[in-house]
């Protein structure tokens, strides 16, 4: 039970570490309910998480769709090392249920983990040439 936690050391507090992510991400992977940006950092991935009340009216629908965004964080192997990432909810994604999002989130995951070595591994090969 002690390893579910959701400590601070990986959770995008200060609006400036937000606002990095936002003005500044390398990396971006989208679908219909989520969208995801990630910056590349020197320290472990961290996690920030967007749900606007203009796109999700129900408080308890916000921290369910928080707590499903956490948890897929922190059990996802697919997770890009040393990223900060920040996840914004899109309209309807609570109209999921929970497996739903969870797979949507899974996949996010995959992609940026893809995006993110592809972009990593041609950066490295430029700099051996």
Do not use: C, Y
Not at 11 to 23: G, I, K, M
Not at 42 to 49: D, H, M, N, P, V
Request: charged residues 30%.
């Amino acid at each position: 039970m002690a390893n579910s936690g959701f400590p601070k050391a990986v959770r995008l507090q200060e609006a400036s570490e937000f606002e990095a992510v936002f003005s500044r991400n390398q990396f971006k992977v989208s679908n219909r309910f989520f969208l995801f940006l990630a910056l590349h950092t020197e320290i472990e991935s961290r996690l920030g998480i967007v749900v606007a009340k203009k796109n999700i009216a129900s408080a308890v629908q916000r921290n369910r769709l928080k707590r499903l965004i956490r948890e897929s964080f922190r059990i996802s192997a697919e997770k890009p090392e040393n990223k900060d990432v920040v996840v914004l909810v899109r309209k309807n994604a609570d109209k999921l249920s929970n497996s739903e999002i969870l797979l949507n989130l899974n996949n996010l995951w995959q992609d940026l983990k893809l995006k993110s070595g592809n972009r990593n591994s041609r950066a490295d090969q430029a700099k051996r040439d």
